[in-house]
C-alpha cells in the first residue's frame, strides 16, 4: 500500500503555511543575484578615484564613506545570502584592517562566473572545487612573488600607509599621517606582537587635517576633579587605582540611631580621618599624580588638592590599563597596598584644550607602549571618514610587520593570477578546468573596475596590463590617475601580502558556500524589491526574496536607489 493511499490520499504537509521554499536552479539564482548586488553597491568605491556613498538611516543620521565594510554595516541587509557577502568584509576587517571592497567585489564576480557555468549545465559542485583549487594555486603564486619587507624600512611602511588612504577622506594628507600612523604602529610594538588597542585615536572637529598629531603617551578623557589642583605636574609620579576614592558601604542595610549632634560629628570627623589617611598614603608614595578608575569623595578631593595631587576620577578602565602601560605603573586595587613600585612616571601631566574639551594629556615617557593620534578635520563627517582611512592604514601596517611581505598593487596582483592560472587550467582535469578559467576572470574585475571608477577605457587598460604581465613585469599596476600601466613597485604603490591572500580566500570560501546551496527554506515571507547600484538600475531580486526591502538594504529607508 502507498504512502498517498494510508494517508486516505491526502497530501502530507510538512512546513507551515508561512514557509516559503524555492529549490534547484532557483534557489541558486536568488542567492547569486542577492550577493552579486551586495557586490555592486560598493564597487564603484574601488581604487584611489573611487566614489563615496551617502548613507541614511531612519533616524536621520548620515555616514558618508568609501570604506566598505561601513557601507556595508549600515546598509542593513536582510537577506541570508547577501548577509554571507558582506561576511566576508567583515572577516577582511577583522584579519587585515583593509581591502575590504576588493574582497566583496572578487566574491561578486565569483558568483556571476559561477552562474554562466552553471547555465552551461556544469554541475555547483564542480564549480566550486575548481574555484578551491584556483584559490589554493593564486595564494602560492603570491606567496612565490611576495616582496619581502624589513621592519627597519621605514619608507616602505609609510607607503604601504598611504596606498590603503588613497582614495579616501584623509589623502589631500596622507604623507603625514602615513608617517604617523607608522610612528604609532612602531611605538605600540612589543615582544607580543602589536595591539591596536594600544593606539587611541582621538577625533576632533574644527582645525584642519594637516594639524594632525601623535602624542607619544596617553589622553585620558577626564580633567581633574578640583579647580584647585595644578593644571601641571613635571616629571611626575603616577599611581593608577582601580578603585574609590570613598568610604566603603556596607554590604548590608544598616541602621544607625544618634540621640545627639556630637555623635553625629564624630561619624563625620571618622569618614574624614579614613578620607585623610587614603590620602597620606599617596603622599607617603611621593604620588604627584592619581587616576582612579571609580568616584572621589568632596571631601577626598579636598584632601588631593591642598597636597597638589592632580586626580581624575572614572576613568575608564581601558584609559587606566593605556596609562599603566605607558608611564610603567602598575594598576592597584588596594590604596594599604600602593608602594613606590607601583608609580609610573611622565615627564609631563597637563590638562590641555582639545576641540572644546578639557583631557589629561601624559606624555614624555621613557617607552610609550600606548599612544594617541589626534585628528582633525573641519566637519564631523570628515573625521569620521578620516578616522576610518588611519584604521585600515594601521591594519596594513600591522599586518606587514608581523607577516614580512608586500605586493604591487594598482591591480597588478590580480592581473598576474588571471594569466598565471589560465596556464594552471591547462593542467587541471575535467570539468573543473572551466572553472579555474572562470576564477582567472573574475580576479581581473579588480584592475577592470580600478579603469571604470577612474573613467579610463577598460579594455584598453586590461590589453594593456595583460602585454605587460606576459613580458614578465609581475609589477605593472594601473595609474588611475594617468592612465598608463606601471611598475607600481618603484611607484611605492604596495600592499602587504595578507591583504590580497585573505581576499581571495574568504571570497572564494563565501562564493563557494552560496553556490552549494539549492534549496532555500524560509520560516517567513522573504518579500522586498530591489538593490541599487550607482546607475540606479541594481538587479531585481527574483521571488521578491529580499527580507523586507533589500531595496533599500533593510532599513535603510528606500536607499537602494540613491546607492
Known sequence: MSQRQRMGNQPMIVLSEDSQRTSGKDAQSMNITAGKAVAESVRTTLGPKGMDKMLVDNGGSVVVTNDGVTILKEMDIDHPAANMIVEVSETQETEVGDGTTSAVVIAGELLDQAEELIDQDIHATTVAQGYRQAAEKAKEILEAEAIEVSPDDRETLINIAETAMTGKGAEGSKDLLAELVVDAVLAVQDDDGIDLDNINVETVVGG???NAELVEGVIVGKERVDENMPYFAEDANIAVFDGAFEIAETEIDAEVNVTDPSQLQEFIDEEEKQLKEMVDQLVAADVDVVFVGDGIDDMAKHYLAQEGIIAARRVKSSELTAVARATGARVVANLDDLSEDDLGFAGSVAQKDIGGDQRIFVEDVEDAKSVSLIVRGGTEHVVDEIERAID??????????????????????????????RDFADSVGGREQLAVEAFAEALEVIPRTLAENAGLDTIDSLVELRSQHDSGEFGAGLDAYTGDVIDM????????????????????EAAVMILRID?????????????????????????????GGMGGMGGMGGMGGAM
Open 489 to 508: 613597485e618603484a611607484e611605492g604603490v604596495v600592499e602587504p601580502l595578507q591583504v590580497k591572500t585573505q581576499a581571495i580566500e574568504s571570497a572564494t
Open 208 to 210: 584642519s587635517i594637516d
Open 392 to 421: 585600515d592604514s594601521l591594519g596594513v601596517v600591522r599586518s606587514t610587520l608581523l607577516e614580512g611581505h608586500v605586493l604591487p598593487g594598482g591591480g597588478a596582483p590580480e592581473a598576474e593570477l588571471a594569466l598565471q592560472l
Open 519 to 547: 534549496d532555500v527554506i524560509a520560516a517567513g515571507d522573504l518579500a522586498g524589491g530591489q538593490v541599487g547600484d550607482d546607475d540606479d538600475d541594481g538587479p531585481d531580486m527574483p521571488g521578491g526574496g529580499m527580507g
